[in-house]
């Protein structure tokens, strides 16, 4: 079993950065690829990034490409999300989650993931 806690959540203005943090506890982690989701209110949740058990390949997804960079240390058991000029439609809460050691398929849905965090809210305004 693993367990997540998100932090580093926040108010920034439009063109702003913040960095997520992703601190895992339990069992196993540096065998678990992890992943970014998002949810805006009255939203689907998305995708948003999503990176291999050994941090040698990372996903993103269309909207951010390019302005956010998600990284892992292992030794920390952690994994984070760089957020760099942020939009308002980048307002969201994000997750974080853990795929089952090993696997590297589905990593671009929700089902693909096994363990997932209480959300940290992230608010961008104009």
């Known amino acids: 079993q693993v367990q997540l806690v998100e932090s580093g959540g926040g108010l920034v203005q439009a063109g702003g950065s913040l960095r997520l943090s992703c601190t895992a506890s339990?069992?196993?982690?540096?065998?678990?690829?992890m992943g970014w989701f998002r949810q805006a209110p009255g939203k689907e949740r998305e995708f948003v990034a999503r990176i291999s058990w050994n941090g040698g390949t990372t996903y993103y997804a269309d909207s951010v490409k390019g302005r956010f960079t998600i990284s892992r240390d292992n030794a920390k058991n952690t994994v984070y999300l760089q957020m760099n000029t942020l939009k308002p439609e980048d307002t969201a809460v994000y997750y974080c989650a853990a795929q089952r050691p090993y696997y590297s398929g589905n990593y671009y849905t929700s089902r693909g993931y096994d363990y997932w965090g209480q959300g940290t809210q992230v608010t961008v305004s104009s």
């Open positions: 339990g069992r196993t982690f540096s065998s678990s690829a």
